[in-house]
């Protein structure tokens, strides 16, 4: 497939977005929570949940955590293997369908228009919602 640079494309082309592919060959992230070295980018991570408990009358009480993690990465870029466990399985399936579905830009009708893929998968399609860690 040919890959077409976003700033070679004139503003009057009638292409779908979906059909642009777009490379970005180099970023920065302007953050307080990214450090940049040499060798190393370094970021912080504020992760927020929240611990469900009960009280002696059964009431459930929430209450709201928060944990920070530091990453670390290296800037020369490695070579990568993925392993791929379970990938008959529902799941497995699943998410290298939807990895191929955003990688080739499918797109289709429905009666409320045009859709694209997305990788929010069964996420937001869930009948039900966490909301907490019980003790």
């Known amino acids: ?9 004139p503003f009057s082309c009638c292409w779908s977005l979906s059909a642009i592919k777009m490379l970005i060959d180099n970023f920065l992230v302007q953050s307080p929570n990214v450090a940049y070295s040499e060798q190393h980018i370094t970021s912080t991570y504020q992760y927020d949940s929240t611990r469900l408990s009960r009280d002696g009358k059964g009431q459930w009480i929430v209450t709201p955590t928060s944990t920070e993690y530091q990453f670390r990465v290296d800037r020369r870029v490695p070579r990568l293997g993925v392993m791929l466990v379970g990938l008959g399985g529902n799941n497995g399936t699943s998410v290298m369908a939807g990895i191929l579905a955003n990688k080739h830009g499918i797109t289709w ?3 409320d228009g045009l859709r694209k893929p997305n990788y929010w998968g069964s996420l937001t399609q869930s009948a039900t919602l966490r909301v907490g860690n019980y003790e």
């Open 109 to 111: 009708m429905t009666k």
């Open 1 to 9: 497939s040919t890959l077409i640079r976003a700033e070679n494309v």
